[in-house]
Nanobody, 119 residues
Framework: QVHLVQSGGGSVQAGDSLTLSCSVN????????MDWLRQAPGSGDDFVAR????????FYADSVKGRFTVSRDDAKNTVNLQMNDLRPEDTAVYYC????????????RGQGTQVTVSS
């Protein structure tokens, strides 16, 4: 059984930085991609970034491109989301989620972590 455990987040001022981490407990050999998603109050999932597990390719939503950076730490079996120059519109609950190879929906999702950015 695979578990995604998130850490990081919090309340900051506009322009500040935060790092979110998603630690993977369990086997990863069938991982297709890990996405970072966010949910603002009253909204559904909003795509933030994608890390393709085997290839290591990274994609970003236009809204975060140039400000957010995804990285993988194999030693800790963790994927990090470094968020710089945060804006009030980045306020949301952030999730990491994994889609396995050949899967059409997310198979695993972290517990979510709140990010609040004040102007």
């Amino acid at each position: 059984q695979v578990h995604l455990v998130q850490s990081g987040g919090g309340s900051v001022q506009a322009g500040d930085s935060l790092t979110l981490s998603c630690s993977v407990n369990g086997r990863t050999d069938d991982f297709g991609e890990m996405d970072w998603l966010r949910q603002a109050p009253g909204s559904g999932d909003d795509f933030v970034a994608r890390y393709t597990w085997a290839e290591g390719n990274i994609f970003y939503a236009d809204s975060v491109k140039g400000r957010f950076t995804v990285s993988r730490d194999d030693a800790k079996n963790t994927v990090n989301l470094q968020m710089n120059d945060l804006r009030p519109e980045d306020t949301a609950v952030y999730y990491c989620a994994v889609r396995r190879d050949h899967s059409f929906s997310y198979d695993y999702r972290g517990q979510g972590t709140q990010v609040t950015v004040s102007s």
